[in-house]
């Protein structure tokens, strides 16, 4: 096994402060926490809560160190497992996580999984400030018959799948069919239809992995139909044009709705591949083959709007419809999990319960992304509310109300993960790794060719 440098401290080297004199207990306090203390924070999850949790504090306080926990062996998280291949720009961001791990006062500790491998009070005991920032790592289900065949797929993990991400790596969805439909109108659903009609040669030169490229080379998929339950002003897509969004909601519903002209049709009728948008249905049973041993169609009730403004809701008319299929991706949401059993959930909104970024009834324990929030937004919404779960925690280290006193940091965890064979991967780790993806990438043109297997990772590192 290929040694690594770790960081020791020895208890004995922590600073030392005087006792403080009688009455003045909170003025110490404060004192201790803003001049002498080095707070020692951690933050779990290195994706861009993460990673933007840990700048804001790097950034605005001049002695704290930050070590950053991450399950997978590799860092990044939603950006490097969520972002379309086809969109390197927004994976620039990265460049940013990098330059904040490389960073003195901040550590890399992927291969850790919290709740498992190591607790959160463990982690309290060792840190002043702990921050969950570990996103949303499952999907809302559909909760309607059929939904367990085959050839059903929530499209988390299709995305998973074409991105590298390692536990969906075994996903081999089925693309023998010629019409597709995705549950959910939100930008993943756009995403995922995306790559299903773009022509192979146009990913060949991106950094999806090369079995998700090898599968729609012989893909059959030729149609895709967006499925939304409610109409064109409420999809959920993002809108990144300088246009009023009521605007370009008219224009895509006429162009949704209403029956083409001759040419029009006759040039759809000619395309090799197609998609097209679907209001006002609401998934209610997934059809089975004849033989009952995969998806065949989706059952669909037609839906009416009722209400106004955030009170908008679809309700079924009593009609229904089937559309043939052999292929059904739910992405219907993103959902969290709860970490351990120590901390606070709320399973039905499926976040950490805080204000503003504060765990309610749990000092010293923060969250910050979806986790805190819910899986809305873009990474630029993710920025935002980092920046503020890391400015509350900053408050509460300068007004006195974190635990005064030096605290081990990661010198406690790592004897704690050493004794239970855990070994985690540094980003100096994580930077040899990178180096052999872009070295794969280099013969085929690509930016990189993602390592999938975390047995081969660790093979590569010595371990």
Known sequence: ??????????????????????????????????????????????????????????????????????????????????????????????????????????????????????????????????????????????????????????????????????????????????????????????????????????????????????????????????????????????????????RLMELLLRTATEKPGAEEAARRASASRAWGLRFSRSPQQVLPSADGQRAAGIRLAVTRLEGVGEATRAVPTGDVEDLPCGLVLSSIGYKSRPIDPSVPFDLKLGVIPNTEGRVVDMPGLYCSGWVKRGPTGVITTTMTDSFLTGQMLLQDLKAGLLPSGPRPGYAAIKALLSSRGVWPISFSDWEKLDAEEVSRGQGAGKPREKLLDPQEMLRLLGR
């Open 1 to 246: 096994m290929a040694l690594r440098c770790w960081r020791w401290w020895h208890w004995s080297a922590w600073p030392r402060t005087r006792p403080p004199p009688s009455g003045s207990t909170q003025s110490f306090r404060q004192q201790f926490s803003t001049q002498e203390q080095t707070p020692q924070i951690c933050v779990v999850g290195s994706g861009p809560a993460g990673f933007y949790t840990a700048q804001h504090l790097l950034k605005h306080h001049s002695r704290a160190r930050v070590d950053i926990y991450e399950k997978q062996l590799v860092p990044f998280g939603l950006v490097r497992f969520g972002v379309a291949p086809d969109h390197p720009e927004v994976k620039n961001v990265i460049n940013t996580f990098t330059q904040t791990a490389r960073s003195d006062r901040c550590a890399f500790h992927g291969n850790v999984v919290v709740g498992r491998d190591v607790t959160v009070p463990e982690l309290q005991e060792a840190y002043h400030a702990v921050v969950l920032s570990y996103g949303a790592e499952d999907h809302r289900a559909l909760e309607i018959p059929g939904e367990e065949l085959p050839g059903v797929f929530s499209a988390r993990a299709f995305v998973g799948w074409y991105n590298g991400l390692p536990e969906n790596q075994e996903l081999a969805p089925d693309l023998s069919c010629d019409t597709a439909v995705i549950l959910g109108q939100g930008n993943v659903a756009l995403d995922v239809a995306r790559i299903l009609l773009t022509p192979p040669e146009h990913l060949e030169k991106t950094d999806i992995t090369e079995a998700a490229l090898g599968a729609l080379r012989q893909s059959r998929v030729k149609t895709v139909w967006i499925v939304g339950r409610r109409g064109p002003l409420q999809v959920a897509f993002t809108i990144k044009v300088p246009r009023p969004r009521k």
